[in-house]
């Protein structure tokens, strides 16, 4: 229980991903609460466990099938634990906030792994919803002053309308969503880079390495920004602080998005695209030069791949 002048900090994740961990939590949650429900829930997210160790199949296997196979059993699931809420509640509220997240992030990862296979836009869009919804989420139950920082790539940040992605294959993001819902509320903060490393695969299932990020082309954003001849430094970008930068800004160019994986030798068509960086982001932070992350662990816990094939 917090006292006046006391705050909590917690850790969440947004992204859809490691359905399998979900399906465990939603089950553990029910062995200790209903024990009748936990052997529902095991019979019930069995059809999609089993694909669990290559959830993209998945998605071929409905595709091809024509149906969704195992929509029904995990949408069934949620609906059975929203009904059960006022009674699970009354136990511990925070235990059934995250064993209803688990369970609506299984429901979204069934949805996705269908979706991947009818269009990168519909795919992508869906996972960037499922984002959104969970920070909500988090938000309403963390009360009426709790804020929230979140760390994402930039394809997930900025504002998905001034961008191709947004513009050329109608898909959205987190950013977008954010600012839609939350006005000026929202700050969206973007990173760039000249050169420097980066800790990315080369491919799917591939592993980490520190990889050297090429220099920026000559007609992106990041070699404007580079140009100006300084180490790192903070944009601010918001109307009515630096309206000539701006505006300057504001022209589409090309913008450098590097996610999960980086492929220099085809840098151009793999990871840049045409944007507004002054009106994606609120405040852009400039690194002239970048280094990689170093992980606090290597170890590796298996299962499906991140968003395969369309994470960022």
């Given at each position: 229980m917090e006292t006046p002048g006391q705050f909590s900090v917690a850790i969440n994740r947004?992204?859809?991903y490691n359905m399998t961990a979900s399906i465990g939590e939603v089950v553990s949650y029910?062995?200790?609460?209903?024990?009748?429900?936990?052997?529902?829930?095991?019979n019930r997210y069995a059809c999609i466990s089993s694909w669990s160790q290559e959830p993209s199949a998945y998605g071929r296997a409905s595709l091809s099938q024509g149906y969704a196979l195992c929509e029904k059993p995990v949408i069934r699931m949620l609906v059975d634990l929203l009904?059960?809420?006022l009674e699970y509640c009354k136990m511990d509220g925070f235990d059934f906030f995250e064993a209803k997240q688990n369970a609506r992030l299984v429901a979204s990862a069934e949805r996705y792994y269908r979706a991947m296979y009818y269009g990168a836009h519909e795919s992508w869009n869906l996972r960037d919803q499922h984002m959104f919804n969970t920070l909500q989420n988090i938000m309403t139950q963390s009360g009426p002053t709790s804020k929230a920082v979140v760390w994402a790539h930039n394809s997930?940040?900025?504002?998905?309308?001034?961008?191709d992605m947004g513009k050329e294959r109608s898909e959205l993001n987190l950013g977008q969503l954010c600012r839609q819902a939350y006005g000026r509320s929202a700050v969206l903060i973007g990173f760039g880079t000249h050169t420097g490393t980066v800790?990315?695969?080369?491919?799917?299932?591939?592993?980490?390495?520190?990889?050297?990020i090429r220099p920026s082309l000559?007609?992106?954003?990041?070699?404007?920004?580079h140009d100006v001849g300084s180490e790192r430094f903070l944009l601010d970008l918001r109307a009515g602080r630096h309206d000539e930068v701006r505006q300057a800004l504001s022209k589409p160019r090309l913008e450098r998005y590097i996610g999960v994986i980086y492929r220099p030798e085809t840098e151009r068509w793999s990871h840049y695209s045409y944007a507004s960086l002054a009106n994606q982001y609120d405040a852009f932070v400039w690194f002239d030069e970048t280094h990689a992350i170093t992980?606090?662990?290597?170890?590796?816990?298996?299962?499906?791949?991140?968003?395969?094939?369309?994470?960022?």
């Open positions: 947004l992204d859809l029910l062995d200790r609460v209903d024990k009748d429900a936990a052997i529902r829930a095991r009904e059960k809420e997930h940040i900025g504002d998905a309308r001034f961008t800790a990315a695969a080369s491919d799917w299932n591939a592993p980490m390495e520190r990889k050297q000559s007609d992106s954003y990041e070699s404007l920004l992980p606090l662990s290597t170890t590796s816990v298996g299962g499906e791949d991140e968003m395969f094939p369309f994470g960022l």
